[in-house]
């Protein structure tokens, strides 16, 4: 066989090679476009799902109030006992209090320290009855928002919602548990670096954020 015959098929060869390989890549890369397409659209789709969704949910967290009656109460000597969302009660209890101390205070032989701690005892148990009662509304429309979003989104954010805003959901509501019907206190009311409910909120936020890069 002569050289010029080997030269050309040793040519035709490295050819065939070539366009195999450069087919081959050719078609990885289209593989690729390929996948990167059906993730944008189910991006997009998963956007368009949850993007309403989302914007409700921030919107009930953020109703919900950020202390509940426990934290009221660290700051009335005595106080009722809160738990299983027992609003009323413990409203019923403070009246019982202040008429006690009206009475304190009608007694003619009452001293004058007496006097001004039973004026106080009567200002504190009035200021945390305005605070539980504003508790109070905010929790039930939050709590009666919350109950209808489950009703009629529950369903497509389970579908489509990521796994961080998931467990930062139902992290939520254990927290709300804890709070309200066990009766904890959030922490510190007024830090919300050490706020549970500040803090959880903030945790379903930037999970959102994460998930369809709003919010």
């Known amino acids: 066989m002569s050289e010029t015959m080997i030269g050309t ?6 050819t065939l090679i070539t366009t195999i390989v450069t087919l081959y890549i050719n078609s990885l890369i289209e593989k ?3 996948q990167l397409e059906i993730q944008q659209k189910k991006y997009e789709v998963k956007r368009k799902k949850l993007n309403d ?5 921030v919107d009930i967290v953020n109703q919900y109030p950020n202390s509940s009656p426990s934290d009221v109460l660290l ?7 809160f738990s299983m969302e027992s609003f009323d009660a413990v409203l019923t209890s403070l009246d019982y209090q202040i008429e006690d101390y009206k009475r304190q205070l009608n007694n ?11 004026e106080t005892q009567i200002s504190n148990r009035e200021y945390a009855k305005k ?3 504003e508790i109070r509304d905010a929790y039930y429309m939050a709590k009666d928002r919350y109950k209808l979003f489950c009703e009629s989104d529950k369903a497509v954010f389970d579908l489509y919602a990521g796994q961080d805003v998931r467990n930062c959901l139902v992290e939520f509501e254990v927290i709300l548990h804890n709070v309200f019907i066990s009766g904890h206190s959030v922490g510190a009311a007024n830090d919300p670096l050490k706020n549970s409910i500040e803090i959880i909120r903030r945790k379903i936020i930037n999970s959102i954020r994460n998930d369809i890069g709003t919010f």
């Open 75 to 81: 700051f009335v000597d005595n106080a009722p006992h």
């Open 53 to 57: 969704i989302y914007e409700k949910l």
């Open 9 to 14: 098929l040793v040519g035709s060869a490295v």
């Open 131 to 133: 605070k539980i009662s």
């Open 108 to 118: 003619v032989n009452i001293n004058y320290e007496r006097k001004i701690d039973a």
């Open 32 to 34: 690729h476009k390929c």
